[in-house]
Structure formats: C-alpha cells, structure tokens
C-alpha cells in the first residue's frame, strides 16, 4: 500500500537499461513507479550503444566472411564477389534500435510505471523535480530515488567534433557514410569494434592509442594474439603511445599527432574521418545533487555494494544510483543487475553485488572475453593472501570445433588460486568468446573450484570444451601442487 505524504514510491532518474530493470521490477514488485527521461527510452546501449553496434558488427561481420577468399577455398567455396548496401546495413541497426526501444517502452507501460519526458533533478531529500520538455518544471514528493542518468562519450581537449567528419559513437553507428580512410582515437573496445566494422566495409583505417601499448584495457597475452589478427592482419595502421592533441573536421581532417611525454609535435594526418572513442563520462550535469550535499568521485556518484548513494562515505537515505554514472564496470548488463539490486534493497531483502563475477566482451570477430580478475590483480591478491597464482592456458587449436570451422586463432587463460583451487578469473579470445565466458563467469560466482568443474562433461564438439580443457589442466596442476607440498 502506497504512503499518501508521498506521490510516487519510487522515481528513477534515467530510462537506459539501468533505470529501465528498476522500474520495471519495482512496479511489477507492487511500488507506485514513474521513469523521468529526457531523450530516448531505452538510453545508450538501445539507442547508441550495445543494440545498434552489434547490429553494424553482425552485417558487417557477413561481409568479411564472404569476401575473405582464402577462408572460403579452405572448405572449397568460392563465392562471388560480394556485394553490400551501406543503407541497407544502416537501416538494419536502425529498424532493430527502433523495434528493441518500442519493446521497452511497452514493458514499462504494462508493468504499470508512469514515463514522465523531461530533465530530471534531485529537489532535495525525497524531493524530485523534473523540466518537462514542454517548459513546465513540476515537484514530486517520493519515498526512494534511484539516479540511472548513464554516461556520454569523453572529447578530449583539443579535439573539435562536428558530428559529420570528426564524430563518437554516438553518431558512427548510424553510419551515413564510409570514409575512405578514418583514424579512429582510443582502441579500448568501442573502438575495436569499429575498426572491425570499418575494415569489413573496406576503409582504412589508423587507430591512434595515447597509452604506451595498444588495446591497454586487455590481458597482455591476449592483446598479443588478438591483435594480430584483428589489428595486423587488416587494413589498419596502429600507433600506440602518441597523443591526437589536435583535431580539426572538415575535407580533410586535420590531425596532429605529439609525443605523450614530451607533447612535441610529430605528425600532421589529413584523413577523410575521425571516430573519437576514447571512453565515457559520467551524466552528472544538471542533477542538481548539491541540494543534498553528495558529491561526486571523478565525476562519478559514490555508492556503496547495496546501490546506496554515499555522502562522506555514509548512505543518504531514499537515495539509490545505478549504471554508467556510478562508474562500476560500465556495461549494460551491470546497469541492469544493479537495478534490479537496488530495488531488492528497497523492497528490503538486502542484497548486495558481485563485481567480479560480472563478465565482459568486445563482439570483433572473433570475440574477446574476460570475467574475474586481470593477472596483474591476482598476483597481487595472491601476494598479499599468502597463496601461489595458477595459470593455465587453452587454445583454440586443439579444439575440434574451433578446426572444423577453420577458426582456430584462439586463447583462453584460465587464473586459479593454487591453495583451494577457486577460480578467479578468465581471458578468452577466439570464436564465439562472448558466450563462453558466461561458463566462467558462472563458476566464479558460485565460487567454485577447478577440481569440481574439471569433472563436468562438455558437449563434443562444441567450442565450449576450450573451457573444459583449461579446467582440466588447472584441476592436474593442482593436485600435482598438493602431492608435492
Ligand atoms: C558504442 C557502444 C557500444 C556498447 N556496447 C555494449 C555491449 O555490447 N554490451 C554492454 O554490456 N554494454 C555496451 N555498451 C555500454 C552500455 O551502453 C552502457 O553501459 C549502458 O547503456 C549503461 O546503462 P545506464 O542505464 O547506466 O545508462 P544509459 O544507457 O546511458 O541511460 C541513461 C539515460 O538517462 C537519461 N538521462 C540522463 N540525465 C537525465 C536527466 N537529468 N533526466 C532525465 N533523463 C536523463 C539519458 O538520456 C539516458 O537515456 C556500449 C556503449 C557504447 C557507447
């Protein structure tokens, strides 16, 4: 039963995936709920992000497959030149983008939440205040708040953007057009991605990476492997430790490109475009959180493990954050189980979260994985818990699946804790990489051990025994390790 001091239990600030889980559970789990957006329901990964992005991949993944002649001839094919339509593709992640936030939007309106369009604020304790977009600025009293106000691409200083010729994701995945050559900045995931749309499409491309090695977010071992064959093995020209400081649009592009220690000058570019994928910034502006004294951390809303928003490191009642602008592993599917989380918290069964045990993907072809901790953390976990790091390795090649589809190019690192056998954490690289960290990421979660899940019968042949395999390595180290000690 809804309290009458208040006009709804619930608002949550922000309709992207993580406002969308917590408004749709806190009304189907009886809350009197409204969902405050100022642009597109559905956020960034609907309308920007994850759903438009693996629709260009998916298309676009098609025609590297049949053009690639020499893979065709090793089972004997040989197609026909292909052929694409740059519309056509566009239109696919347009239809789908539409299709997926219409989806979305109904749930809600079934679920019962009221959708309020217009900016939303925090007015103070259980206080919100929305700018509709008709000019009228309205109060609500509420019991809780959750902010879900998501993230927008970082620019750079220096970096001129005019959304035609010098762009983010934001606008690359409407693809209005290829350039003959675009220098893509950053080679984090969002911009492997589009490399791997843009090569498939027959652009050339230069990536432009300020840190000292590209594809820095990655396990070493596996940027090793994955780059040469998603980053040397195409049509693309990748310079690690320079700065793109400077960054006119127009025909052409002007780049100038320094020294990240000693920001001298060394090479101007005129390129035909530029994507600058160089991370995101948290969604803070406007929110107006003073009026209750939070401050953020780099931009980014503290909370706690429970979705509490903290002040001084303490929880302010009635107020919740999930998503991008808490800045925790910023991916859709964290958005959304911290949605569902924070909910739970109000409904008062508490809960609170596993980051470890949430996986990660970048969807190039092939796939790269991970869940769990980097090797760099576990060693020093280890280090400090007095335990010896296990690490195993599993290839692709060695899988009967992985041949058969003549994509044998593959790695998975397997880190274990060599005293009780837990996993902690996996890499993975080749085929079909995307769902096969779910299987470790499963295990970490239930924190499992090696032993255990090296007894667990997999399909054969399925791409899913590179998993088994590197259980089962793991499981014999071990219990060579305690037969020794
Ligand atoms: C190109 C690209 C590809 C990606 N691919 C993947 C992927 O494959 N898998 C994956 O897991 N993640 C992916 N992501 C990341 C994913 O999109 C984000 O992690 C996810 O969208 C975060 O959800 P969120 O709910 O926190 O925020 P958002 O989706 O950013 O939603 C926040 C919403 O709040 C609204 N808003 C902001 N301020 C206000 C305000 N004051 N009042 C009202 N409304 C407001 C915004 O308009 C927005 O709609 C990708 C991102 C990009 C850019």
Request: glycine residues 10%.
């Amino acid at each position: 039963m809804s309290d009458a001091r208040f006009d709804f239990d619930l608002i949550v600030i922000g309709a992207g995936y993580g406002g969308f889980d917590a408004a749709k559970h806190a009304a189907e789990s009886g809350l009197k709920v409204a969902i405050i957006e100022s642009r597109e329901m559905g956020g960034t990964c609907v309308n920007r992000g994850c759903v438009p992005s693996k629709a260009l991949l998916a298309a676009s993944g098609k025609v590297r497959e049949l053009a690639d002649k020499e893979h065709l001839a090793g089972f004997g094919i040989h197609a026909a030149p292909v052929r694409f339509e740059r519309q056509k593709i566009a239109d696919h992640a347009n239809n789908l983008v539409a299709n997926i936030r219409n989806n979305l939007t109904k749930t809600l309106e079934r679920a019962g939440v009221t959708i309020l369009r217009g900016i939303g604020r925090i007015e103070g304790s259980q206080k919100v205040g929305i700018r509709e977009s008709n000019g009228v600025d309205r109060i609500f009293r509420v019991k809780d708040v959750i902010i879900a106000t998501g993230s927008d691409p970082f620019v750079p200083p220096g970096i001129e953007t005019d959304g035609r010729t010098v762009f983010t994701s934001d606008e690359a995945v409407n693809l209005e057009w290829l350039p003959r050559w675009i220098a893509i900045i950053g080679s984090g995931y969002i911009g492997l991605e589009f490399a791997d749309v843009y090569t498939a499409l027959g652009c050339e491309v230069t990536m432009i990476e300020a840190l000292d090695r590209v594809m820095p977010t990655f396990d070493p071992d596996i940027t090793k492997i994955a780059s040469r064959h998603l980053i040397d093995g195409r049509d693309i020209d990748a310079r690690s430790g320079v700065l793109a400081s400077k960054i006119h649009p127009g025909c052409p592009v002007k780049i100038e490109l320094s020294d990240v220690k000693t920001r001298e000058l060394l090479e101007e570019l005129e390129v035909d475009a530029v994507l600058v994928a160089t991370g995101r910034i948290p969604a803070t502006k406007g929110l107006n959180l003073d009026s209750i004294g939070v401050k953020t951390e780099r931009g980014f809303v503290p909370i706690d493990d429970t979705m509490r928003v903290l002040l001084d490191g303490q929880p302010v009642p009635h107020l919740w954050a999930v998503g991008d602008v808490t800045g925790k592993l910023m991916l859709a599917h964290t958005a959304a189980a911290q949605g569902t989380l924070a909910v739970e918290n109000i409904l008062g069964k508490p809960r609170s979260i596993d980051y470890r045990s949430i996986p990660a993907a970048t969807f190039t072809h092939p796939e790269i994985s991970s869940v769990g901790y980097s090797e760099l953390d576990a060693k020093a976990l280890a280090e400090k818990e007095g335990f010896e790091l296990g690490i195993v390795r599993s290839y692709f090649k060695a899988n009967s699946k992985a041949l058969a589809e003549l994509e044998s190019d593959g790695l998975m690192k397997l880190l274990f804790r060599k005293d009780t056998g837990e996993v902690l954490g996996a890499h993975i690289y080749g085929l079909h990489a995307a769902d096969l960290i779910q299987e470790v990421a499963n295990a970490v979660s239930r924190r499992q051990k090696v032993i255990d899940l090296a007894g667990e019968v997999h399909t054969h042949p399925t791409l899913s025994e590179v998993v088994e395999v590197a259980y089962k390595q793991a499981s014999h180290q071990l219990q060579k390790s305690l037969t020794e000690h």
